[in-house]
């Protein structure tokens, strides 16, 4: 691992953050149940394949005093693979050191985090994301960071004009635009990656080739949006894939939300910035996360013209 350029990726992290979590409540004003939302102060909810626990992002703020230099959690490494596990059954991965007790957290909260024990289920959690986990130490008011990815495949938010030949999206991998694509085209199942393996994108009439993951807009627009489409509307879609390499064709899944608009000049500025912002975060190795926290999946808007 390269401990001083994750160090220095974390600082980098940290400034960008602070400035937008600093105004708000105490690390402390934090609470989980089993459904994820905000509830008492009770730290031993359920965990596992009968948990929906899900951190409410928008109840932790980051931060404002944090310690790079204690002992948190540590996972093995800075990324976490999916496995294939038994039917009905979430693959889950523990710290492998033992910091003590304290309290458990992260950002953004795709994450699904024990926060007692420091367990994550890989599963159920936003794959292809990076992450920065928190840990409160028992009598201690410092949070220790440490750097997550959890390994997988996303989509970069973009708007795409049709009539620019921005036709296709492609999938990146690992929280990393620079990673080469694991998949090809070149013969069945590519190098061994399947997408949308339940047909569950294709039934919205969301065309994704099944071997590389791009996604065809020209002919999507033409289905999922309707023959008349209209600005501003939004189709979600959730897929399942399968990659081949250290994850061994574990079944995933992502999420996109398209957006249609007749012109780019039609579309919001506030849409716009948002995009921007994300696009951003992703290239600049930071976290995902939109006002309060919470995240999103990655936006698509499809249009006609400039």
Known sequence: MKTNALISRLNTLFVTIFLVYACKKSITDYSYNSTGNPSGNNPNVGFGKDSTLVQSADSIPFPNTVNFDCTGPNYGDSIIYPQPEPTFKDYIVQPINNPGSGRYMAWPGGLQINPSTGEID???????????IGFVKEGSSDTCLTNLILAGAA??????????????????????????????????GGSGCQWDITGAAKLQNVIIDNNTGIIDLYNTIKGAFGPLPINGTVVQSTFSYQLSGPSNMAIQQASIQLMYYDKKSNIPQAVLDQITGRRNNILQDLLIV?????????????????
């Open 290 to 306: 939109l006002s309060g926290g919470k995240p999103k999946p990655p936006l698509l808007v499809i249009t006609r013209s400039n």
């Open 122 to 132: 890989v599963t159920r959690s936003v794959n292809g994301t990076r992450y920065i």
């Open 155 to 188: 989509y970069m938010d973009s708007v795409y004009v049709l009539a620019d030949n921005q036709k296709y999206a492609n999938p990146y991998f690992d929280a990393n635009p620079q990673v080469p694509s694991m998949c090809s085209s070149g013969s069945p």
